[in-house]
């Protein structure tokens, strides 16, 4: 159980193109979902959280107009990466609460996302 | 600030060779401490949630341990199959949020 998939797995875009990344929990409904972006040999940093059926939270220096949060359902949520540039080539990953007990966060496997 | 210190960056060890990892950490009001495996190119694996100075939390050959400041990873007799990146998050009371340290990454040679 507490199973989180994401798609694509790797994308490659070029500079100026907008790159949508899906985060689904497949077998437990999630009541808050959040994107990190994790640098080689960084941390996991904390992009955004996200609330079924309302406006996504961003951290502190993360563009809201840039990176675009839509949770759609209560096992959706969508990463939209607008007019992408190199410096955004990142690994995204999204976690999911809900699928087991209260605090545990379940993450996707990661989007590796490069941009020529 | 929340911050989460993990060390060492890096840790070989030989297959049966046990040893510990460290978290060191400060948060205003821990919430939870928890404990991810993570594999090259792939998302974070939940271990462990340890929430009061004292718990101790077992899996396989993995127990991890929370005092006030710092949680260590103890592994016994590690297999090649342990080796990943482990990282360690704080919660904060009240708040959903997960901050992360930078990981260890452990390499267990046979």
């Known amino acids: 159980g507490a199973v989180v998939s994401q ?5 490659i875009c070029k500079s100026g193109t907008s790159v949508k990344i899906e985060c ?3 077998d437990f409904q999630a009541t808050t979902m959040f994107w990190y972006r994790q640098f080689p040999k960084q941390s996991l940093m904390l992009m955004a959280t996200s609330n079924e059926g309302s406006k996504a939270t961003y951290e502190q220096g993360v563009e809201k107009d840039k990176f675009l949060i839509n949770h759609a359902s209560l096992t959706l949520s969508t990463l939209t ?3 992408a540039h190199p410096e955004d080539s990142s690994f995204y990953i ?6 087991g007990a209260m605090d545990e966060q379940y993450f996707g496997p990661g989007t590796r996302l490069t941009v020529t | 600030e929340d911050q989460v210190t993990q060390s060492p960056e890096a840790l070989r060890l030989q297959e049966g060779e046990s040893s510990s990892l460290n978290c060191s950490y400060t948060v205003s009001g821990l919430r939870g401490l928890f404990w991810y495996r993570q594999d090259p190119g792939k998302g974070p694996e939940f271990l462990f949630t340890l929430y009061s100075a004292g718990e101790e939390k077992e899996k396989e050959r993995l127990k991890a341990t929370l005092t006030k400041k710092e949680s260590f990873l103890h592994i016994t007799a590690p297999k090649p199959e342990d080796s990943a990146t482990y990282l360690c998050a704080v ?3 009240g ?8 990981g ?4 267990v040679n046979p």
């Open chain 1, 81 to 83: 990466v607008t007019s």
């Open chain 1, 24 to 26: 689904r929990s497949l």
């Open chain 2, 91 to 93: 919660q904060r009371g």
């Open chain 1, 94 to 99: 999204c976690s999911a609460l809900g699928g």
């Open chain 2, 104 to 107: 260890t990454k452990l390499t």
């Open chain 1, 7 to 11: 798609h694509p797995s790797r994308v």
């Open chain 2, 95 to 102: 708040s959903e949020k997960l901050v992360f340290g930078k």
